[in-house]
């Protein structure tokens, strides 16, 4: 008999075990009976083909009639299509880029196939429909007869190892499988009515009643929910033990200096956040907090805030932003906030007073020296860099807090790579403008305390946002223009963005996850002479991307916050963090080619002053296009949660945890960070309450999660 941990090659044979590890990395049959069917066929509910409609969710039994694969011609990829018929008409089922189920699908052999029926060209068709396919030699009516039960599974499967081979091995392994101790405590699985480990299994695997099934699913839902939930927890836990040196707030100090001279007035938002950031650097633990913010709440001032807290009791503070353009921008906005207290070192420097330091990739040597002998001596109590901190040359005299600007930029790596810079482990504020759903943020950064900024500062203007559509109004876009015009004669600015720096160099990778050519993609060097020399003639115009050099770059943000410049034609560099007061026309280019929050992200660069912003989304996609859709979402709301829930709504789960959680990815195989929520908060709840009372009660809740953390280790081996 068999255990979770028995070898898999014992229950279905060398031969079979070597496909399974070679496919999906499984070596043990509990590897195996935690491969879910994707679905279920109904056996005795076969449709006709004659009989389909648009729409329908159906089981058909049909032979395969003709089968062509083809190159796209304009885009990457293939298309495999096969014909399929009942005898009483023929279907067509598509595959895009899955040209190996050419082998699954032989002309002659009959298979079942379920999926949504759509239409195409006027023919009936299933689009990536899931099949089991007859095995050969099998007469058709015993080999559907011969399946146990009415349900027949399908597994995610390739030609190696098609679903049909899959559930002869689960049903095998399940056979041989002994009686089974349950890891989740009887406790939590009478107050879920949840079934044991062993019933879940069979009735997910071996179905005979669809609603126990999805019992059993959720059931098995929780499982690894709550031991991701105990492992993110006890990371924490082990992250709060660290000791850190405490810093906390001095009266008389430059903090109370500061916010003696803050000319506004702090938010309730920002009043709550900064009190959380207080209590975590007063603390004999480093702080590891999650500033997330809608973009406007005023994040930055909080951040300086916890940096002069940590400068008043002797300590240095790194700022990494994304940009060296937000890099250079922060250190302005900190200087100037700071006035005269940032003039440390400087001659008549007031009393109590620091210097802000900037360090980026691109500076010239004389001052790149400079800068890494203010770091080192200490004299440079706040510095603000790109990734260029990170280099083996600089070198701290006493790093004591990290705060990480817009997060979503960095990784894990880097993170630590900054911490490693300190003697005894920093404190650490990451700051994102891209809110994300609390049970998202909970997994992604589950080692990390959430502080959320949702409130703009009071008369922060609104943002009206509209589409242009060229394809069907193509006057719009002189309508555009003239926009364009009259906001620079009232006095205001205007951001053009582009997708392209020129017709054949992108400003990053973000955006190529919307397939497709790119060759007519607007492009910064082609838009700004083409607009000089027509509809924006006699406006002062400059272009802004990330081939200029930093010179080149800092020089016109200057000149665009002064005022000197109207139109700035720019790529997404200026998509984080700028902050132009004066700015109040956003005009996005090819906006279909950006992701929600990253649009909202951009468009939150106007309606910073003392006018309403506007943002107009040119586009070339098509009313009721998935594209224009999303623009659509964007247009209709300013609440940068629910568009980040869209965002990732459209994303795949590996791209929803990021790479950091890629090791326990193998680890959720029925999970959904954003469909599960709820499923979610309640592990998170039993999690802390089992972390609490003594995990160690749970011996073998306590081993499951041992051997998560083992498997886990190489990714998130936490160097603080
Ligand atoms: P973000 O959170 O997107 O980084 P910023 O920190 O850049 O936002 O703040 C946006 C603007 O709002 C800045 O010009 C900042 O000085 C200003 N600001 C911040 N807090 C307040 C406040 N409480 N009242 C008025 N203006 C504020
Ligand atoms: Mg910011």
Redesign the pocket.
């Known amino acids: 008999m068999a255990t979770f941990d028995s070898k898999l090659s014992g229950v279905v044979g060398d031969k079979t075990a070597k496909v399974f590890h070679s496919l999906f990395g499984y070596t043990t049959v509990g590897d195996l009976l935690h491969h879910f069917p994707r679905r279920y066929l109904v056996r005795g509910e076969l449709s006709d083909i004659k009989e389909l409609k648009e729409g329908d969710e159906a089981t058909i039994l049909a032979k395969v009639h003709s089968v062509s694969a083809r190159r796209f011609q304009a885009r990457k990829g293939t298309m495999l299509e096969a014909v399929v018929t009942d005898g009483t008409e023929k279907l067509s089922l598509t595959f895009f880029n899955q040209a190996w189920r050419e082998k699954d699908l032989k002309v002659g052999s009959q298979g079942l196939f379920a999926g949504k029926v759509g239409m195409f060209n006027g023919k009936k068709q299933l689009a990536h429909p899931d099949y089991e396919m007859i095995p050969d030699g099998n007469d058709v009516d015993s080999a559907v007869a011969g399946f146990a039960n009415q349900y027949i599974p399908l597994y995610p499967s390739s030609a190696k190892l098609p679903s049909w081979k899959i559930a002869q091995s689960i049903t095998l392994a399940l056979t041989s499988l002994d009686d089974v101790e349950d890891p989740i405590p009887l406790y939590l699985l009478e107050k879920n009515n949840y079934p044991s480990i062993r019933q879940a299994l069979v009735q997910i695997h071996q179905p005979n009643d669809l609603d126990a099934t999805e019992i059993a699913r959720e059931r098995l839902t929780f499982d690894e929910a709550l031991l991701l939930q105990l492992l993110l927890l006890k990371r924490k836990e082990v992250l709060r033990k660290l000791s850190a040196i405490a810093r906390p707030h001095k009266p008389g100090s430059l903090l109370d200096s500061f916010d003696k001279d803050l000319p506004?007035?702090?938010?309730a938002g920002?009043v709550a956040v900064a009190a959380e950031i207080a209590a975590d650097l007063a603390a004999n633990h480093p702080m590891h907090r999650l500033l997330q913010?809608?973009?406007?709440?005023?994040?930055?001032?909080?951040a300086l805030r916890a940096a002069l807290t940590v400068i008043d009791n002797g300590g240095q503070v790194a700022l990494l932003a994304p940009t060296e353009v937000l890099a250079a921008q922060h250190q302005r906005?900190f200087a100037k906030?700071l006035g005269e207290l940032g003039d440390g070192g400087k001659l008549g420097s007031a009393e109590i007073s620091t210097s802000v330091t900037l360090l980026t990739g691109s500076q010239n040597a004389a001052t790149r020296k400079e800068a890494l002998a203010a770091i080192k001596s200490g004299s440079a109590g706040l510095v603000v860099g790109t990734h260029a901190l990170l280099g083996e040359s600089v070198e701290f005299k006493e790093l004591a807090l990290v705060i990480v600007?817009e997060q979503h930029r960095f990784g894990v790596e880097q993170r630590d790579a900054l911490k490693s810079k300190a003697s005894i482990t920093p404190h650490l504020l990451v700051?994102t403008?891209t809110p994300i759903p609390r049970t998202v943020a909970m997994t992604v950064f589950g080692d990390l305390d959430v502080s959320t900024?949702k409130e703009l500062?009071?008369?922060?203007q609104s943002i009206t946002t509209h589409l242009v559509p060229v394809e069907e109004k193509p006057h719009f876009l002189e309508r555009t223009w003239e926009r364009v015009r009259e906001e620079v004669s009232q006095g205001h600015q205007v951001y053009i963005v582009a997708p392209r720096i020129s017709a054949d160099i992108s400003e990053d990778a973000d955006f190529e996850f919307l397939t497709g050519e790119n060759t007519s993609l607007t492009a910064v060097e082609e838009l700004g002479p083409e607009l000089q020399a027509g509809a924006l003639n006699g406006l002062r115009i400059a272009p802004l991307h990330g081939r200029q050099s930093s010179e080149v770059k800092d020089e016109t943000m200057k000149a665009f916050a002064a005022g000197e410049i109207d139109v700035l034609i720019s790529t997404t560099v200026i998509e984080v963090?700028v902050?132009v007061?004066n700015a109040t026309l956003m005009v996005i280019m090819d906006a279909d080619r950006f992701g929600v929050s990253q649009l909202h992200q951009l468009r939150?660069r106007v309606g910073?002053g003392t006018s309403p912003g506007l943002c107009l989304l040119v586009t070339k996609s098509l009313a009721e296009s998935p594209s224009r859709l999303r623009l659509e979402a964007v247009a209709s709301t300013t609440d940068g949660f629910e568009l980040s829930r869209i965002d990732l709504e459209q994303r795949r789960e590996g791209d929803v945890l990021g790479t950091s959680q890629s090791g326990s990815r193998s680890h959720l195989r029925l999970l959904r960070v954003l469909r599960d929520e709820a499923l979610i908060e309640v592990a998170r709840t039993e999690a802390q309450l089992i972390i609490e009372n003594g995990i160690s009660a749970h011996s073998l809740l306590e081993a499951a999660l041992k051997k998560l953390e083992l498997d886990t280790a190489t990714e998130f081996i936490d160097k603080s």
């Not at 506004?264 to 938010?267: A, C, Y």
């Not at 913010?293 to 909080?302: L, N, P, Q, Y």
């Not at 500062?457 to 922060?460: D, F, I, S, T, W």
Request: charge should be neutral; glycine fraction near 20%.
């Open positions: 506004f007035q702090l938010t920002q913010g809608e973009v406007g709440s005023g994040k930055t001032v909080i906005t906030l600007d700051m403008a900024l500062p009071l008369g922060r963090g902050d007061a939150g910073r």
